[in-house]
């Protein structure tokens, strides 16, 4: 089997795992407790409470039409995962919700913010992992994808902050006791989003966080020569020129991780004639060696 039919294999697999855990983690943390989450699987979530036609239906039914939307007008490859996941959740939520896991499940009655907590996490790993396998969970993360392959300056933030304020207003109704509205679903809802979205970047942004340096100096090789011997870096030197005086001065590239910073910049104090400025890097590929 070659690599990339190896590759292939494995992202399939995972997706099929992910999709798994989703409709585990709607069985045992967000059911039970009556909020509605975030997107597509929200609505169907009330769509459950109220009429009683699973979740496991409706998701597929609202996402078979986005996912072809996808394979014609976005991308064939990420169409057929989300299309694999979404069909995997959907089969997986049918069959566990006939059993009974009321033994393992999270239903709480004055602490529901913790399952939201948990279900929030979960989803927002689910989500990031999705998202680097170049799939996702459906709904509106099939209208992001297309809308930022035709506008990539578009902030979809607020389309998704639009449709889930209205399913955080519509759960006040929908889980109202009789008269009385009933606003802890919509506030559940919102810390659900919160914290999923806040997850999902994390795992998006990666393990490889690091810091980038830019320094202008007139010291560049003695700058350079203590990276070496007190960070175990080694960096970039170009030739730069004052865009109002004109002088000639060097310009050093460095990336290091979090723990350096201090370090760093107690180097660049020793050095009068420097000026320094730092970047957050979300994520470093590849390696150079330094040879002596």
């Known amino acids: 089997m070659s690599s990339e039919r190896r590759k292939e294999v494995i992202d399939y697999s995972v997706i099929v795992i992910l999709a798994v855990l989703h409709a585990f983690e709607y069985i045992l943390f967000i059911i039970g407790n009556k909020f ?11 769509i459950q409470y109220k009429l009683g036609i699973s979740i496991g239906y409706i998701f597929l039914i609202a996402n078979i039409p986005l996912c072809l939307f996808a394979y014609f007008k976005a991308d064939k490859n990420f169409a057929i995962k989300t299309m694999v996941f979404c069909t995997v959740y959907s089969v997986s939520y049918l069959l566990l919700q006939r059993f009974d896991f009321s033994f393992i499940q999270y239903i709480a009655d004055t602490d529901t913010v913790f399952p939201c907590l948990i279900a929030g996490m979960m989803t927002g790993l689910i989500y990031g992992i999705s998202c680097k396998l170049n799939s996702s969970t459906g709904g509106t993360d099939i209208i992001a994808k297309f809308l930022s392959m035709k506008k990539p300056t578009l902030n979809f933030f607020w389309v998704t902050f639009c449709l889930n304020a209205v399913i955080a207003v519509a759960s006040i109704f929908v889980y109202a006791d009789g008269n009385t509205l009933n606003y802890k679903p ?11 979205s806040y997850v999902g970047n994390l795992i998006l942004k990666g393990s490889k966080q690091a810091y980038k340096f830019i320094v202008i100096t007139n010291h560049a090789t003695e700058i350079n020569a203590e990276i070496i011997e007190k960070l175990q870096h080694s960096a970039t030197i170009l030739d730069g020129k004052g865009g109002y005086s004109r002088s000639e001065r060097e310009v050093i590239i460095c990336v290091i991780n979090k723990h350096q910073i201090v370090d760093f910049e107690n180097i660049l104090k020793k050095y009068d004639d420097t000026f320094a400025i730092i970047e957050t890097v979300n994520t470093t590929y590849g390696k150079f060696r330094y040879v002596k």
Do not use: K
């Not at 975030?38 to 609505?43: E, H, L, P, R």
């Not at 919509?186 to 999923?196: M, R």
């Open 36 to 46: 509605a989450p975030a997107g597509v699987s929200g609505i169907a979530t009330m």
């Open 186 to 196: 919509a506030a559940l809802c919102i810390f659900y989003c919160f914290v999923s």
